[in-house]
């Protein structure tokens, strides 16, 4: 397992947990339940990632970006402790979630941590794919592979 350093000239790294998920950081293809590609890179200063998606799910074409990153309110001194996300897409959403990691886990909570609609994956040992499923309320969801389609600048 690879994992890039983040540094910052002018002030905090990130921490740790956040700096894990550089193993994201490139182009995946994405396949199973939606099709299409996703790329992930890092914000200046290493404090948020950025996600830009171009899919097709349940025929519809969905384009739009997310922001992961610890939410630090106006006057707050620190960072919320959870990694959180917006993502908003080309018909007007703006979701919510989660993140997380387990040593090759990674977790997506949508809304809140613990909620029943949820991402779970795993890096193979080479991290050339993340394999895995969400889990919707009632049962439903879908399984999910992404493919690396570059190798990220370290």
């Known amino acids: 397992m690879t994992t890039t350093r983040i540094t910052t000239a002018n002030g905090p790294a990130p921490e740790a947990d956040l700096a894990e998920l550089a ?6 293809r994405v396949e199973g339940g939606a ?3 996703v790329t992930f890179r890092w914000a200046e200063g290493g404090f948020f990632l950025i996600q830009e998606v171009e899919l097709e799910q349940y025929g519809e074409r969905i384009i739009g970006f997310e922001v992961i990153g610890r939410r630090k309110p106006f006057g707050a001194e620190k960072p919320d402790a959870e990694i959180t996300s ?3 897409d080309n018909h007007g959403n703006t979701l919510d979630y989660v993140y997380e990691t387990e040593g090759d886990t990674l977790i997506i909570w949508g809304g809140e941590k613990g909620s029943p609609a ?3 994956g795993t890096f193979s040992p080479d991290g050339r794919t993340v394999t895995g ?12 592979t992404m493919t690396r389609v570059d190798t990220p600048a370290s």
Not at 23 to 28: D, E
């Open 23 to 28: 193993r994201l950081t490139g182009t995946w």
């Open 118 to 120: 949820h991402y779970r």
């Open 133 to 144: 499923g969400w889990t919707h309320p009632g049962g439903g969801g879908y399984t999910s």
């Open 35 to 37: 099709e299409g590609t």
């Open 86 to 88: 917006r993502f908003h």
